[in-house]
Nanobody, 125 residues
Framework: QVHVVESGGGLVQAGGSLRLSCAAS????????MGWFRQAPGKEREPVAAIRWSDGTYYADSVKGRFTISGENAKNTVYLQMDSLKPEDTAVYYC???????????????????WGQGTQVTGSS
């Protein structure tokens, strides 16, 4: 069993910054990728960013230039630095880990095996 835990959410004024953290733990395993997804009230879950340890980082167009994903493969941890936050960034942010195989499409939530409980991010106008 793999446990994924996020932290770092909160309320921030538009234009402000937040840093989310995520750690995957459990019995001996390795991750092929870790990603961040978000879901706003009344909307479907959408991809935000991901890091595939073999070939780099990926971002949704809506966050490019504002968010930065980073992490440590050996520790199965990932971070999301969110700058220039906008009210439309308000959502529950979920961290996900791909353990069974390398995701072919980083943005496809079905290719991630384990998920955290989510952390609320609110950008106030």
């Amino acid at each position: 069993q793999v446990h994924v835990v996020e932290s770092g959410g909160g309320l921030v004024q538009a234009g402000g910054s937040l840093r989310l953290s995520c750690a995957a733990s459990g019995r001996t395993f390795s991750t092929y990728a870790m990603g961040w997804f978000r879901q706003a009230p009344g909307k479907e879950r959408e991809p935000v960013a991901a890091i595939r340890w073999s070939d780099g980082t990926y971002y949704a167009d809506s966050v490019k230039g504002r968010f930065t994903i980073s992490g440590e493969n050996a520790k199965n941890t990932v971070y999301l630095q969110m700058d220039s936050l906008k009210p439309e960034d308000t959502a529950v942010y979920y961290c996900a880990a791909a353990v069974s195989r390398r995701p072919r499409w980083w943005y496809d939530h079905e290719q991630y095996d384990y998920w955290g409980q989510g952390t609320q991010v609110t950008g106030s106008s």
